[in-house]
């Protein structure tokens, strides 16, 4: 039992170590992204600002898809919300399917020493929760970039297509 249980905390360690550096990976690459929106403004070309906007959005739904293939792989979740025309609400959607998600979990049953002591069972959540963050920080990038090509779109500057 015991070596089990330190196989089991080795394993755990790993586990977190690479969730972590993922999670830094994610967050120097949206990093870089906002960095590159901040450029946006010193950029007078309206032509040129609505092309790099658009590659922006392209790169932001890029690594909001590595994140998912990266947590389905592991999970075997998929964050996929279907058609966002369907209802309209698509932020409602993705908070309702992200609080699914982080809520399913497995818990080991309790012990009768655990339970004597005290103490609770060890619950160990299917999805970690930097891999969660990083998601919704994805996300909110996209739609980030989204409202600008809007923005533009709305002020009158043609967005390229294809």
């Known amino acids: 039992m015991l070596g089990s249980k330190k196989q089991q905390e080795r394993i755990r360690n790993i586990q977190d170590r690479e969730a972590k550096e993922r999670f830094e990976r994610n967050e120097q690459q949206g990093a870089d992204i906002y960095k590159r929106i901040v450029t946006l403004r010193k950029n007078p070309s309206r032509t040129a600002i609505a092309y790099n906007a658009l590659t922006l959005l392209k790169e932001a739904q890029h690594l909001e898809a ?91 500057v043609p967005i390229p297509r294809g």
């Open 66 to 156: 590595l994140i998912r293939q990266s947590i389905k792989d592991r999970t075997h979740y998929d964050f996929d919300i279907g058609d966002p025309s369907e209802d309209g609400d698509l932020a409602t959607r993705h908070g309702e399917d992200i609080v699914y998600a982080v809520r399913k979990h497995l818990a080991n049953p309790q012990t009768i020493w655990q339970a004597l002591s005290d103490q609770l069972p060890d619950v160990h959540f299917s999805i970690h929760e930097q891999d969660v963050i990083s998601m919704i920080s994805a996300t909110i990038r996209i739609h980030f970039v989204a409202g600008i090509i809007e923005g533009l779109e709305l002020a009158g």
